[in-house]
């Protein structure tokens, strides 16, 4: 049966939802248009204490329910759309929507990342669509690229800044030559952190959206614990200088990579060359490599977060919902998901990078000798090496070293045996280094 | 009606259509997977000429047909990939194809760019689907992104590197410091630039594109003569040189603006700010920004020609038809294209920008006051000055002036003033100068 009529019921109030019911009630004639029927707000569910908030005046107030059940039982409802964030209740308020054959927005990254699976098998069984492009990369068309764009690709490696937070704060610390202390104070000043950080800064907010991409990416489930997880915060201005030095930025990347039965994700600091484009993505902003064996390398940047990028998200997928709700029998344009045959998760020990590796220790003849020497023991090799007296009183210098690709448990194990050399003061840092080679050489062709 | 099958015939036999065949036949099997249903290559319609060429070992040539009856009358084929290119005969093959029900995918963009206003609306009366993401950046997904996850924008505008052959040539130039007919030597001796480099180095290419992206954009028909454009071949090493000094980089751009009822739309070289991510793109690689009032700034990266990138967008758009097919009911996912009120082309006499200014003068006192009370006269005010001693001898310096915005007339009258000035030798050159500010700030917001 064709709907003469489109019905959204949109869960919270925050900046986002707002901002998508803003969108919804300003954009509604042309965003009628384009699916060809009236669309309209039909309701918005809200907690008490958001009532007792400032409420926004551009939305019709007779459109707040704070009961679940007239919101879930609303038969003019056809699309919800959930944007209250977090886990709980947002998982079950997405349950009892697909259960009751609403088609479901969200823009919620870590109740797609620990629930998709369980979600999008919900969504198949009631034969409506599960969309969630505004969960990662904002206002970047993004998520519904693997099932569509790049379908025919294999896809062998995602590279991705995606957590505009933490970049804003590196690039502080990288230009202005601030330490990471301030440069956070800066950010939380700004609205680009919050007065808790740690969801951006230990890189909790970045593996919830790999976790998402990877299992779209790959076509198997990767949840957020599969992940490895390293923050920013023991990054040094030093640790900049001497990139800068040696011709590379430092990144917090998400990565994951596809190799034949094995997968490799993590989120970590990285130095990435200074000449990539990757490299020049500046301040908030997002930006996600996908590496394809057809398509090659591509590129998506832009605003990765903010109520107006997400809610451009949020609303496209309102629109295509409203599109299935249109042409009516029951069906979702959505995509079954797919899935290969599982894959391991390639543990960090195994895992072969480059490595920058910066020590403190005595400035003394033969130093770097015992250095060298117990990188040799575990057959790593040096690609470069600078040496610099940090200190001509203490008598202490600064030795950083580029090693060329090694595995992880020799490097800790090198790292490990640093520490009980007399001549080292301290294991400052180290930092795996990626060069995201394409396999691929651009295409010769003309235009 | 379920399809138990999707059938598809291939119009073609040059490099995009023996590729798009390869990866049809190779990845049959989890391409059928993602439309729950064999999908297979019923018939490759060739012309007596491609059968006397060696032919591809790794495709049955029991699929070839030089007979267009016996491919358009073949009931088994659902879908149409038309991959030769030029204007006619593929303008009659795809109306052939709509019109005997056929889901069509193209990736042709002179025949979308000229015809893309006929064949929508032949597509939508038969209600099938045509699609042509190969048409504009390779396999950069781009031209869903207007109806799908932008759809809830305004577009304000577009700036897009979508010629790689040109690219090529400018990066070459830049950083080479070649001059123009060596670097497009260099692109026809590696396979970029065609015998007859026309279509790309004129910009004739990049209109196509460009039509194609603006009418999406706009909503708008917007023809291919709408579009102002220039090529490359005036620009010199001296440009380069100058332009690098004042922090530009130059690239040939195809810009389309949204000035409310006004729309520009043209192809021309640009001096854009050094520090861009546009500026940076550099070889044959493509990259397009795409600007909205939600979204903010997006850009899009990658391989924008080739046979695999292409054959990434057509075989995703044959996975859309087919889908398009196996759900049955004479039902289409492409929306309808649904146009705003017309819009009056702005003309470039009108248009204002910045422009750099490139004049060989005597080299004298009191020549700079001339140069600069004619542009005074005009109202041209001026941002920035270079003068040059470019001969002793001959007594000779170069004047080059960047202006702040100024209308394409007065520049132009003040120009033919220059000519006539005693002390000017030659105007040598005249580039528009883009900043590309986006008109909204990054959003702030943690993460």
Same mark, same amino acid.
């Given at each position: 049966?064709?709907?003469?009529?489109?019905? =959204?019921?949109? +869960? #919270?109030?925050?900046?986002? *939802?707002?901002?998508?019911?803003?969108?919804? %009630? &300003?954009? $509604?004639?042309?965003?009628?248009?384009?699916?060809?029927?009236?669309?309209?707000?039909?309701?918005?569910?809200?907690?008490?204490?958001?009532?007792?908030?400032?409420?926004?005046?551009?939305?019709?107030?007779?459109?707040?329910?704070?009961?679940?059940?007239?919101?879930?039982?609303?038969?003019?409802?056809?699309?919800? =759309?959930?944007? +209250? #964030?977090?886990?709980?209740? *947002?998982?079950?308020?997405?349950?009892?929507? %697909? &259960?009751? $054959?609403?088609?479901?927005?969200?823009?919620?990254?870590?109740?797609?990342?620990?629930?998709?699976?369980?979600?999008?098998?919900?969504?198949?069984?009631?034969?409506?669509?599960?969309?969630?492009?505004?969960?990662?990369?904002?206002?970047?068309?993004?998520?519904?690229?693997?099932?569509?764009?790049?379908?025919?690709?294999?896809?062998?490696?995602?590279?991705?800044?995606?957590?505009?937070?933490?970049?804003?704060?590196?690039?502080?610390?990288?230009?202005?030559?601030?330490?990471?202390?301030?440069?956070?104070?800066?950010?939380?000043?700004?609205?680009?952190?919050?007065?808790?950080?740690?969801?951006?800064?230990?890189?909790?907010?970045?593996?919830?959206?790999?976790?998402?991409?990877?299992?779209?990416?790959?076509?198997?489930?990767?949840?957020?614990?599969?992940?490895?997880?390293?923050?920013?915060?023991?990054?040094?201005?030093?640790?900049?200088?001497?990139?800068?030095?040696?011709?590379?930025?430092?990144?917090?990347?998400?990565?994951?990579?596809?190799?034949?039965?094995?997968?490799?994700?993590?989120?970590?600091?990285?130095?990435?060359?200074?000449?990539?484009?990757?490299?020049?993505?500046?301040?908030?902003?997002?930006?996600?490599?996908?590496?394809?064996?057809?398509?090659?390398?591509?590129?998506?940047?832009?605003?990765?977060?903010?109520?107006?990028?997400?809610?451009?998200?949020?609303?496209?997928?309102?629109?295509?919902?409203?599109?299935?709700?249109?042409?009516?029998?029951?069906?979702?344009?959505?995509?079954?998901?797919?899935?290969?045959?599982?894959?391991?998760?390639?543990?960090?020990?195994?895992?072969?990078?480059?490595?920058?590796?910066?020590?403190?220790?005595?400035?003394?003849?033969?130093?770097?000798?015992?250095?060298?020497?117990?990188?040799?023991?575990?057959?790593?090799?040096?690609?470069?090496?600078?040496?610099?007296?940090?200190?001509?009183?203490?008598?202490?210098?600064?030795?950083?070293?580029?090693?060329?690709?090694?595995?992880?448990?020799?490097?800790?194990?090198?790292?490990?045996?640093?520490?009980?050399?007399?001549?080292?003061?301290?294991?400052?840092?180290?930092?795996?280094?990626?060069?995201?080679?394409?396999?691929?050489?651009?295409?010769?062709?003309?235009?």
């Amino acid at each position: 049966m064709k709907k003469a009529r489109v019905g =959204v019921g949109i +869960i #919270g109030l925050g900046v986002v *939802a707002g901002q998508v019911a803003r969108v919804l %009630l &300003e954009k $509604g004639e042309t965003l009628s248009q384009e699916i060809g029927c009236p669309l309209t707000v039909r309701r918005i569910k809200v907690l008490e204490t958001d009532l007792r908030r400032p409420l926004t005046h551009d939305i019709d107030h007779k459109l707040f329910t704070t009961r679940d059940e007239e919101f879930f039982n609303d038969p003019e409802i056809d699309i919800v =759309v959930e944007a +209250i #964030g977090g886990e709980n209740p *947002a998982f079950a308020y997405l349950k009892r929507a %697909l &259960e009751g $054959g609403r088609h479901v927005v969200t823009s919620n990254k870590e109740v797609i990342a620990k629930h998709g699976m369980v979600l999008r098998a919900l969504a198949a069984e009631h034969v409506v669509g599960l969309r969630y492009e505004g969960s990662v990369g904002g206002g970047i068309p993004l998520i519904t690229r693997f099932q569509y764009d790049l379908v025919a690709n294999r896809i062998n490696g995602i590279y991705a800044i995606i957590n505009g937070t933490t970049n804003y704060i590196l690039t502080q610390m990288a230009h202005e030559g601030i330490d990471f202390g301030t440069a956070l104070k800066n950010a939380q000043a700004l609205g680009y952190a919050e007065a808790n950080p740690a969801n951006d800064i230990e890189g909790i907010d970045a593996v919830y959206k790999l976790a998402i991409l990877a299992t779209l990416a790959f076509q198997t489930p990767i949840s957020p614990e599969d992940i490895y997880r390293e923050g920013i915060s023991r990054l040094s201005n030093r640790d900049f200088q001497y990139a800068h030095e040696l011709g590379f930025a430092i990144k917090l990347l998400a990565i994951a990579k596809n190799n034949n039965d094995q997968v490799e994700v993590r989120v970590h600091p990285v130095l990435i060359p200074e000449d990539l484009l990757l490299a020049k993505v500046d301040g908030v902003y997002n930006a996600i490599v996908v590496q394809g064996d057809l398509a090659g390398d591509v590129l998506f940047y832009g605003e990765g977060a903010g109520a107006k990028p997400t809610a451009s998200a949020v609303v496209a997928d309102v629109i295509a919902a409203a599109r299935d709700v249109v042409r009516g029998n029951g069906i979702t344009s959505v995509p079954v998901f797919t899935t290969l045959p599982a894959k391991n998760i390639k543990p960090m020990s195994l895992i072969e990078t480059r490595y920058y590796l910066r020590v403190l220790v005595v400035d003394d003849a033969g130093v770097l000798a015992q250095i060298a020497r117990v990188l040799g023991d575990h057959r790593i090799s040096i690609s470069s090496v600078i040496q610099k007296t940090t200190d001509n009183v203490a008598k202490t210098a600064e030795i950083v070293i580029m090693t060329h690709p090694a595995r992880g448990d020799s490097i800790q194990t090198a790292l490990d045996e640093f520490a009980r050399l007399n001549v080292v003061k301290e294991v400052s840092n180290f930092i795996r280094v990626e060069e995201i080679s394409s396999n691929q050489e651009a295409t010769n062709s003309s235009s």
